[in-house]
């Protein structure tokens, strides 16, 4: 019994015999008005329910433990909060991409379901990018000159930067003795925030610090270096929260975002599949 041997068989086009191999769709596998409008759709979205989030106090974040709530009073609660807000409109959008996408015909299964999770993922994408510019330019508008004022007015009042408590804590003296003025109160602000970011308060500074402090309480030299190092020691415990809090919600950010990205994939497929078998009544 002979052995058969196929060949090869070159498919040619009928009109000018070149190799016609090629299967290509005449339109492009993504649909970006459908991405589009998932993107606004959970954008929307999100934004709204960031608002009601910030409206019922979950927002109330101080980097100083001394005003407002503190970072583990509403932790919890925020972060819960962001990632359901996440989940839920990068879900929407998803669906939204999926379900509104241009139905290809001609395409395997396996095909149609990553292109499906592709238009989710975009969706999010497109959304996320969306959400930052927003946000990022709605914070330039409201804060503008208002911040600059705001800004300059506290650095007269609190000492550049440093929390107006701790200023006042250096200088509570007797009754019958005169307070610091402004100026001394914004110097030593001052020197406490450039002693903050260098995460420790110089000799010199110390010592001017300490004889500033003694003559306008009353103190004895020791005990206002005492003051003075309790009182630094305060502050930047407060400032290494703060700076714990900002890590561990950067964190978490990035697991509502991981998150979002998946709910949205997901979602689109189930889109994509109302999409393909949606029959005509």
């Known amino acids: 019994m002979e052995a058969i041997i196929l060949e090869p068989v070159r498919i040619t086009d009928a009109r000018e015999g070149e190799f016609a191999g090629k299967i290509e769709g005449s339109h492009t596998a993504v649909s970006w ?112 000159n208002e911040a600059r004022g705001a800004t300059a007015s506290r650095a007269e009042q609190t000492g550049e930067g440093a929390d107006r408590y701790f200023i006042d804590e250096l200088y509570r003296a007797e009754p019958n003795v005169v307070p610091a003025d402004a100026a001394v109160r914004s110097e030593t602000g001052m020197i406490f925030m450039h002693a903050l970011r260098q995460r420790e308060l110089a000799a010199a500074d110390k010592s001017y610090i300490v004889l500033s402090v003694a003559a306008r309480t009353g103190l004895t030299p020791s005990a206002a270096e005492q003051r003075v190092t309790d009182v630094f020691a305060q502050a930047q415990q407060a400032l290494d929260t703060a700076r714990k809090a900002a890590a561990h919600a950067l964190y978490w950010l990035f697991v509502a975002l991981l998150l979002g990205a998946f709910s949205a994939s997901i979602a689109a497929i189930f889109g994509g599949r109302h999409r393909e078998f949606a029959h005509v009544a």
């Open 33 to 144: 008005p459908a991405v589009a409008a998932g993107a606004f759709a959970a954008a929307a979205l999100g934004l709204i329910l960031l608002a009601l989030g910030a409206g019922a106090g979950l927002s109330s974040l101080s980097p100083w433990q001394t005003s407002g709530l503190t970072p583990s009073a509403v932790g919890l609660g925020a972060v819960l909060w962001i990632t359901g807000v996440e989940i839920v409109a990068s879900a929407l959008g998803g669906y939204m991409a999926g379900r509104l996408r241009t139905k290809w015909v001609n395409v395997h299964s396996d095909e149609v379901y990553f292109r499906d999770t592709a238009h989710g993922f975009l969706s999010w994408a497109v959304a996320l990018v969306l959400t930052a510019a927003f946000l990022t330019s709605a914070a330039s508008v409201m804060v503008g």
